[in-house]
């Protein structure tokens, strides 16, 4: 009975697992920006992933890529990294995807220990660019994107396992500096205060310069507080010269 | 009779004090002005570069002004004790020309003060730091003060790295951004100048490189300068303004 339990049990295991043996384990979340890590996830060239750690537990033998694609339902999991199908230096003119930053699973070591960094920053390469023999470059974006990425363990040639396409990641455009607004243009409080005051101070001088020119240039001034004393200090000066005259007789 | 007699001497007496302190603060202007002027602070060949010097042309004025106050507060002591109608009333043009001159210098600096708002720094950042024109002497100054600038102060652009990623440069025109996000002079350097981690300077992660932006140690000195000369003249001013009243106001009792 046991056997014929175990039969009948394994049949429809057997069922199961011969479509799982022709595909791909989906395995992990998906490839996503280290914001939580990092506060400079993105720029204009660049963005920067978390590592898959504790993703590809499974699959010790195999080789994790990265691919990245502007077009995420064109890439084919059988295209083999490496060839002018992935390569790089045909991205985005040729070939809508390419695999790079190839890593085993000791590049990845679970669980993370508190307190690393442990990103992937994609668009760092920039000496391979244009170089046809490194097709897994891992050079500077081309455009600000939409690009879709996402994680394939290969053994082999044999894709066992991947994550699902990441969220759609934009990189950052930069304005022209003549956006900037034009150079000073507003006039603070205090320089307005300053201004303003000192003009009115300026003209009550002038105004007060000329009222008593005016008024007073010729003649003595005749109404003012000084005129009672004017006539005292008349006689200072009198007593002065009758002091100083008879010196002068002498 | 006393009493009058009382007047003109407590007029006189103010006078006098109100001439002493105007000579007196003509030399701390002169002093100010001449340190003004040749203490240029760290981020002056930016002002230069702007076209934007208004400062120094205030300070030169303020030197002269302050000689002048100082030499006129005298001639004022002199004809108001010897109550000289002449001299009292060379005394008084004499002073409102010097006003004149002083207001000019003080409204200049305060609207160059006002005139240096970070985006003018920004823009002129944006276009000529490190811009690949070995003939232009001006874009070399720029460079090299921005350079100093950040080693010196630990910081970043105008507002901070985000500048070289949000804008267009002549920087960005030489050097790719997936090498140089920002220039090597954000990144924490250590002793010999090298960036001490430059893959965590690349990242911009915190303790790599510097995250602040240079505007708050350039607006500084560059506020305290303008505000120096423009605040200290305007309150000679006003007080030479009352003095000057009282002045005329003597003037206008004197007996020939």
Known sequence: TRTTLTTLTMLPLLLLLLPAAHGIAQVGPPPALAKKQLEWVTTATTFVLDQPRCVFRDYGNAVIWLVVAQDKDAFNNSAGPGTPETAFQSFPESVSAYMTLNATLGSYPCPKPAGEITVLRVGSETSCTKDVSRPTCNGPLPGPGPYWVKFLALEGSVPVAETVWSEPIMLRTAKSPNSLPAAGSGHSAGMIAITAILSILLAILLAALVATLVFCGSESCGSSTFSKPESVTVRRYNTHHVYDQPAARL | ?256
């Open chain 2, 1 to 256: 009779m006393a009493k009058s007699d009382d007047c003109v001497h407590i007029l006189q007496g103010l006078l006098v004090f109100g001439n002493v302190v105007i000579g007196m603060c003509g030399i701390a202007l002169t002093a100010e002005c001449i340190y003004v002027v040749s203490n240029p602070h760290g981020a002056y060949p930016l002002l230069r570069a702007t076209e934007n010097s208004d400062i120094h042309a205030a300070a030169w004025i303020g030197i002269f002004v302050g000689l002048a106050l100082f030499a006129l507060s005298i001639l004022g002591i002199i004809a108001v004790i010897k109550a000289s109608r002449t001299l009292l009333l060379v005394y008084i043009i004499l002073m409102i020309i010097t006003f004149a001159f002083e207001m000019a210098s003080c409204i200049t600096a305060a609207t160059h003060q006002d005139s240096l708002t970070p985006n003018v720094f920004l823009k002129q950042m944006l276009e000529r730091y490190q811009k690949s024109d070995p003939n232009n002497n001006s874009d070399n100054e720029v460079t090299k003060t921005w350079d100093e600038l950040m080693r010196q102060n630990h910081c970043c652009g105008v507002n901070g790295p985000s500048d070289w990623q949000e804008y267009t440069s002549a920087f960005r025109v030489t050097h790719s951004d997936a090498d140089y996000p920002w220039p090597r002079a954000c990144c924490v350097l250590d002793a010999k100048g090298l960036p001490v981690n430059l893959d965590g300077c690349k990242l911009g992660v915190s303790g790599y490189y510097n995250s602040n932006g240079c505007y708050d140690a350039m607006s500084g000195p560059v506020n305290a300068h303008a505000w120096g000369v423009a605040w200290f003249g305007f309150a000679i001013l006003c007080w030479t303004f009352c003095v000057l009243l009282g002045t005329m106001f003597y003037w206008s009792g004197i007996e020939y």
